[in-house]
Nanobody, 125 residues
Framework: QLQLVESGGRLVQAGDSLTLHCAFS????????MGWFRQAPGKEREFVGS????????TYADLVKGRFTISRDNFEKVGTLQMNNLKLEDTGVYYC??????????????????WGQGTQVTVSS
């Protein structure tokens, strides 16, 4: 069973940078792709980005492309979402998720079977 725990969310100002982490544990030691999603109040959960197990491919949503960077360290068992030049519309609960199709960077929430509890990011003006 893959378990994911996000951390790092907090209140920041527009233009700031923020790093989120996703610590993972898996007694099966099976590979998985990692995705990041977010959900703003009153809106559906949306795709932010994803990365394959061996980090050879990343995919980003157009809204964050060029500002956000996803990475992972499988030895340290942590994934990272680096967010730069944050905007008001980046506010939301950020989730990391696991997809056993580890060689692909899929984008739909239904593709991911494992989810963290989320961490709140609030961007103020």
């Amino acid at each position: 069973q893959l378990q994911l725990v996000e951390s790092g969310g907090r209140l920041v100002q527009a233009g700031d940078s923020l790093t989120l982490h996703c610590a993972f544990s898996d007694h099966t030691r099976n590979s998985f792709a990692m995705g990041w999603f977010r959900q703003a109040p009153g809106k559906e959960r949306e795709f932010v980005g994803s990365i394959t197990w061996n980090s050879d491919r990343t995919t980003y949503a157009d809204l964050v492309k060029g500002r956000f960077t996803i990475s992972r360290d499988n030895f340290e068992k942590v994934g990272t979402l680096q967010m730069n030049n944050l905007k008001l519309e980046d506010t939301g609960v950020y989730y990391c998720a696991g997809d056993r199709t580890f060689w692909m960077t899929r984008t739909r929430s239904s593709d991911f079977d494992y989810w963290g509890q989320g961490t709140q990011v609030t961007v103020s003006s």
